[in-house]
């Protein structure tokens, strides 16, 4: 089972990285890009890194993704005419891959059941990689995660002040 969830989720994320090179509006883009952000997430939950996969949603697919979508808007990107034959023939197939996906979930019930087994904490009772990253992070790693931090702060107020109008 485990094999086969792989497959599909490398696949998703693969043709998801493709549909992200390929779409000329930037807002489509970015939103595939966030497929290929969680499905990668799906893939660390697969390896057993309940943490890193957490750490994607929140800061790739969710913060990265914001900022992604605010530089978008700031440079108020012109995006291309296309025929409208093309985007319907893409919307019934994106319409066509969800539904069947929704479906292999919801009757699939196996993939539920070997995504709860393999959280470590619940099968063996000894912590999992989370606890240790934790106690990793805030006791040996503190000053250098402190800097990180302020630097990406020092960085989003000089982004807010170049992007800040001229009178």
Same mark, same amino acid.
């Given at each position: ?75 108020? #990107?012109?995006? $291309? =005419?296309? +025929?409208?034959? @093309? ?5 019934? *197939?994106?319409? %066509? !891959? &969800? ?43 503190? #000053?250098?995660? $402190? =800097?990180? +931090?302020?630097? @990406? ?5 000089? *982004?807010?002040? %170049? !992007? &800040?109008?001229?009178?």
């Amino acid at each position: 089972m485990e094999q086969q969830l792989f497959w599909l989720w490398g696949g998703i994320a693969v043709i998801s990285a493709v549909m992200m090179i390929l779409k000329r509006n930037p807002v489509h883009s970015a939103l595939c890009l966030v497929v290929v952000f969680v499905s990668l997430a799906l893939l660390y939950v697969l390896l057993g890194a309940e943490f890193l996969a957490a750490v994607q949603v929140i800061v790739y697919a969710g913060a990265i993704m914001v900022l992604f979508l605010f530089v978008i808007m700031l440079l108020n #990107l012109e995006t $291309e =005419v296309r +025929s409208q034959g @093309l985007s319907r023939v893409a919307f019934k *197939a994106c319409s %066509l !891959a &969800g539904t069947g996906l929704l479906l292999l979930l919801l009757l699939g019930g196996g993939a539920v059941k070997a995504l709860r087994a393999m959280a470590p904490e619940q099968v063996s009772g000894v912590p999992g990689n989370t606890q240790a990253v934790a106690e990793l992070l805030f006791t040996k790693y503190l #000053l250098p995660f $402190e =800097v990180t +931090s302020i630097l @990406l702060l020092a960085a989003i107020v000089g *982004a807010l002040v %170049l !992007a &800040g109008k001229r009178d």
